[in-house]
């Protein structure tokens, strides 16, 4: 089975920063694009962050732009989200999403595989 585990996620102050990181078994996604995705209490899951087969091509929402950044290690089959500058609209579930197609997008349905998510808090 497929199987994505979150982790780093936690309780940090508004301008702290946080590193998650995705570890990805059971599927090799080396040749796939993976994705971040998050989902704050009463709202809908939104994009943040996507990251082609390679590496070599990113796409992030707005609300991540110029403070976020996603990278892969292909080699341990993980992908991470450096986050920097939080404020408390940061404040959500944060969920690693594994494609099948070779580069990312923002649209959810191209992502076949998810993570059971990290919560990442950010106080005021």
């Known amino acids: 089975q497929v199987q994505l585990v979150e982790s780093g996620g936690g309780l940090v102050q508004a301008g702290g920063s946080l590193r998650l990181s995705c570890a990805a078994s059971?599927?090799?996604?080396?040749?796939?694009?993976m994705g971040w995705f998050r989902q704050a209490p009463g709202k809908p899951r939104e994009f943040v962050a996507a990251?082609?087969?390679?590496?070599?091509?990113?796409v992030y929402a707005d609300s991540a732009k110029g403070r976020f950044t996603i990278s892969r290690d292909n080699a341990k089959n993980a992908v991470y989200l450096q986050m920097n500058f939080l404020s408390p609209t940061d404040t959500a579930v944060y969920f690693c999403?594994?494609?099948?197609?070779?580069?990312?997008?923002?649209?959810?349905?191209?992502?076949?595989?998810w993570g059971q998510g990290t919560q990442v808090t950010v106080s005021s």
């Open positions: 059971g599927r090799t996604f080396s040749d796939y694009a």
């Open positions: 990251i082609s087969w390679s590496g070599g091509s990113t």
């Open positions: 999403a594994g494609s099948t197609s070779h580069y990312g997008s923002a649209a959810s349905y191209e992502y076949p595989y």
